[in-house]
């Protein structure tokens, strides 16, 4: 079964930072990855999505990339803001289009 | 397009009783998705659909649980009958596979169902 692992569960920054959230997973035979974000009491947001023959995807301030070989994926995220405070999700699609979530990490940026 | 809309966004109920909920995807898409969400679990898959026929139910965590799909534009996830540990937050998606060299399908969520079983 494939396992998902984000670290760390939390993390809190001051304005500004740059900071690198991280993905891990156990089978590194998956087609795609996915990051999302997820706001206290909503619903997930779509951010970037890796194919499995790319190693990065880039949408204004975040930079995913993906490593199969090593099963890690890391989301980057510069110049820190109060409003990307919010749960980031990382999820492995298997065979079939389904997703494998990780828990998530719980991101608090202070102004 | 107003994205994937699920109802109710709330729902309360006591054991025992039936609990249905429902959602509506994105047009044109031909996947359709039930999660559910747990602080102990995280998000887990429960079942998907790919042009209204279900594809994979192996996350239906008992028989207590049934999806159904009666057409494109919408899915009923019930639970009959409820119980206190199914109190989550359920969630529907779509998605469109998009094909080429190498195919992919970024899913959409919907706002997700609150539910609580006293």
């Known amino acids: 079964k494939q396992e998902v692992t984000q670290i760390p569960a939390a993390l809190s920054v001051p304005e500004g930072e740059n900071l690198v959230l991280n993905c891990s997973f156990t089978d590194s035979a998956i087609y795609n990855l996915q990051w999302f974000r997820q706001d206290p009491g909503k619903g997930l947001t779509s951010l970037l999505l890796i194919q499995s023959s790319q190693r990065e995807q880039t949408s204004g301030r975040l930079n995913a990339s993906l490593d199969k070989s090593s099963g890690r994926s890391t989301l980057y995220i510069a110049a820190s803001q109060p409003g990307d405070s919010a749960t980031y999700l990382c999820a492995v699609e298997l065979s079939g289009y389904a997703l494998n979530f990780g828990k998530g990490t719980s991101l608090l940026v202070t102004p | 397009d107003a994205g994937v809309i699920q109802s109710p966004r709330h729902e309360v109920t006591e054991m025992g009783q039936e609990v249905t909920l429902r959602c509506k995807p994105i047009s044109g898409h031909d996947y359709l998705f039930w999660y559910r969400q747990t602080m102990m679990r995280g998000l887990e898959l429960l079942i998907y659909?790919?042009?209204?026929?279900?594809?994979?139910d192996s996350g239906m965590p008992e028989d207590r649980f049934s999806a159904k799909m009666p057409n494109a534009s919408f899915s009923t996830l019930k639970i009959q009958p409820s119980e206190p540990r199914d109190s989550a937050v359920y969630f529907c998606a779509s998605s469109s596979v998009v094909s080429g060299s190498l195919s992919y399908n970024e899913q959409f969520f919907g706002p997700g169902t609150r539910l609580t079983v006293l």
């Open positions: 659909f790919n042009n209204n026929v279900p594809i994979d």
